[in-house]
């Protein structure tokens, strides 16, 4: 009887220490697991930080390079510019040309450009090429000289409704400019609005010019001889 009772008693012992012990045992593995999950995590979060450093490197150098060959490129273009501007001016139209086609390159949108661009091809004797270019330099750059260029290439393209819409436009914005009053003369008498012809010629030679200089004389007396043919 004592004998089952300690051996119940060891049974019971045993099974309670192998109890604890795997109580112990599954606590340990646990908390094994648990501290292994933790530098798990901090060590993905490390490698995390690390990679999100080396990746901000990288679009930071990436973007250094490319606002580098940015400035290389603007500048390659404001050259091209400049030398079709320097062409321009001794009259050489088609080197002008060449020049500011490559400039067009880095400036895609540059109403400035598109005007140069405008010019060169109407003094070149194409007003039909100036047109496309000298409409679109409206639309980022405004200046007068656009719509006398444009009044001017319209005329010689034969397009006298478009020439005298932005002749007349011209006038009524800035009614001190003689040349479009003597380009809009002169449209009317081609079509036959003698009446009208003269009155523009007459605004040229009674208007003040806003600046006296040897370019407004030289409008001032084409517009005179003009008026003398006529009459």
Known sequence: MYL????NCSIVSFYSK????????NQYKQ??????????KKNYTYKINMLTWIFLLCIAIFLFF???FYTVTRI???RSWQKGINCAMNEQWGE??????????????????????GAAYLNDGKPLDAIPYLEQSLISFQDKNIFVLL??????????RKAERTLQELNYKFPNLLLPHLLL?????????IEESKQQLELVLNTPPKLNNEFAEKIKGEAKDFLKEIK
């Not at 003369?185 to 609005?193: A, I, Q, S, T």
């Open 4 to 7: 089952m009772f300690f051996l």
């Open 18 to 25: 192998r109890e604890m012990v795997e109580n112990k045992s």
């Open 31 to 40: 908390g094994f697991v648990q501290r292994s999950l933790f530098l798990f």
């Open 66 to 68: 490319l606002n580098g």
């Open 76 to 78: 390659n273009g404001y």
């Open 96 to 117: 002008a040309l060449i020049n500011y086609e490559s400039a067009k390159a880095n400036f895609p949108n540059d109403g400035r450009l598109f005007f140069n661009i």
């Open 151 to 160: 009044g001017f290439a319209y005329t010689e393209s034969h397009q006298h």
């Open 185 to 193: 003369g002169k449209l009317y008498f081609d079509n036959g609005r």
